[in-house]
Structures are given as C-alpha cells and as structure tokens.
Nanobody
C-alpha cells in the first residue's frame, strides 16, 4: 500500500503562485509515476503534471511554461509549483501515483491511477 498526503493549498491572488507538497509513504516499488491532477466540481479530474523515476516531467498544456513538478527522493516528497495563477486554476489538487513506466501526462488518465491523496483546495481570486 502507498499513502499520499498533500499540503500547501489555500487562497491565492490572481498572478500569484502556489506550491503544493505530497508526502509519499509505503511500498512504491521501483517503477512508478508520480503526478498531480486537479478537479472542479462537475468536471472530470484532469492531469496537471507527471514525473517518472528518472525525474523526466511532462505538463498539461494549460500549465506548460508556468509549472514545475519535482521530487525530493530523500524526503519522499513530490512538489508542484505553479506561477501566474488565474481564477481558472481554482480546483482541488490531487497527488497521484501510478505503477509502471509510462508517465506522460497526455497518456495517464485518472482511471490509470493506483493511489490518490485526499486532495487540497486551491482558490485563486481575481
């Protein structure tokens, strides 16, 4: 089993930044992807960023150029920083883990995820 615990959400002004953390614990194995999804009520959960065990990262088009996903292996923590926030970024953000080696954000959907964090709300005000 794997446990994912997010932190760092909250309210941010438009134009500001967010930095989310996800503490990973349990038996991840050696082949897995870590990533972030977000969800707005009434809509499907959508991928934001994915990173593999070699620290190769991919991003959704809507955050490309203003987001960085990173891992601190020693601390078993996943991070997501997003800059230039707009109200469109308001959502619940979820940390996610998928077993395997195929980690492209364009290929990994919510149905592929094996473990989820509890989610953290990010609200961007204009």
């Amino acid at each position: 089993q794997v446990q994912l615990v997010e932190s760092g959400g909250g309210s941010v002004q438009s134009g500001g930044s967010l930095r989310l953390s996800c503490k990973v614990s349990g038996n991840t194995g050696s082949r897995y992807c870590l990533g972030w999804f977000r969800q707005v009520p009434g809509l499907e959960r959508e991928g934001v960023a994915q990173i593999n065990v070699n620290n190769y990262a991919t991003y959704a088009d809507f955050v490309k150029g203003r987001a960085i996903v990173s891992r601190d292996t020693a601390e078993s923590t996943l991070y997501l920083q997003v800059d230039s926030l707009s109200p469109d970024d308001t959502a619940s953000y979820f940390c996610a883990m998928k077993r395997g080696l195929f980690c492209s954000v364009k290929e990994v959907t919510a149905r592929d995820i094996d473990y989820w964090g509890q989610g953290t709300q990010v609200t961007v005000s204009s």
